[in-house]
Nanobody, 128 residues
């Protein structure tokens, strides 16, 4: 059973930055990794995804130009650099990995059901 663990969340002022990390118990280089978030009272939504090779990336329109997803396979880690954070970015952030049919390819980030393994999340709060 694969395990994913997120870290790096916290409290930041508007306009600030945070870097989230996702560590995997298995070999992360075999898997695409997606980032998702869930704000209070809202449904979980896709934020970004990176393919296993690290060439293909996807972003939600709401974070394009502000967030950058990267892989560090030697460290078994995927990171999400978040800049220019705004209060509407406040949420619990989760990383997730697909299993089938192609674990190395990002399923669409709007279809959360296509991601099989999930971490427990890390809280990001943007507030002055």
């Amino acid at each position: 059973q694969l395990q994913l663990v997120e870290s790096g969340g916290g409290l930041v002022q508007p306009g600030g930055s945070l870097r989230l990390s996702c560590l995997m118990s298995g070999r992360i280089s075999d898997y695409a990794i997606g980032w998702f978030r869930q704000a209070p009272g809202k449904e979980r939504e896709g934020v970004s995804c990176i393919g296993s090779v690290g060439i293909t990336t996807y972003y939600a329109d709401s974070v394009k130009g502000r967030f950058t997803i990267s892989r560090h396979n030697a460290k078994n880690m995927v990171t999400l650099q978040m800049n220019s954070l705004q209060p509407e970015d406040t949420a619990v952030y989760y990383c997730a990995a697909p299993m089938s049919p192609y674990p190395g390819i990002c399923p669409t980030i709007t279809d959360l059901g296509r991601y099989d393994y999930w971490g427990r999340g890390t809280q990001v709060t943007v507030s002055s």
